[in-house]
């Protein structure tokens, strides 16, 4: 399967984004799917993430309250709305797909990543 994030940009701080991934060849309906994020010089950073069904979700602590994930499984999308956005949050964000249905915050559990999409969050 192969993976499109999009809708990154540059914002100021306190406003928001909405994060796409998009699938192409095959299905991600049963694969749960999660965001990371990597800002420069530093190692890349579980987000959030989100199981088949879209029942289950898990946030880091950094971005817990501000930042929703969902999916959309007739479309074959998921997303990651991003408010209240301040400057620490700056990265390229990427969306993976795991091998299981189940939510893993572990990088290492997701064999399928997008190219990244970059987010720039101005003071």
């Known amino acids: 399967v192969q993976l499109q994030a999009s809708g990154g940009g540059l914002v100021q701080a306190g406003g928001s984004l909405r994060l796409s991934c998009a699938a192409s060849?095959?299905?991600?309906?049963?694969?749960?799917v999660g965001w990371f994020r990597q800002a420069p010089g530093k190692e890349r950073e579980f987000i959030a993430c989100?199981?088949?069904?879209?029942?289950?979700?898990y946030y880091a602590d950094s971005v817990k309250g501000r930042f929703t994930i969902n999916r959309d499984r007739a479309k074959n999308t998921v997303s990651l709305q991003m408010n209240s956005l301040k400057p620490e949050d700056t990265a390229v964000y990427y969306c993976?797909?795991?091998?299981?249905?189940?939510?893993?915050?572990?990088?290492?559990?997701?064999?399928?990543w997008g190219q990244g999409t970059q987010v720039t969050v101005s003071s």
């Open positions: 993976a797909a795991a091998r299981s249905a189940y939510a893993n915050t572990k990088g290492d559990e997701y064999n399928y």
């Open positions: 989100i199981n088949w069904s879209g029942g289950s979700t």
């Open positions: 060849g095959r299905t991600f309906s049963n694969n749960a």
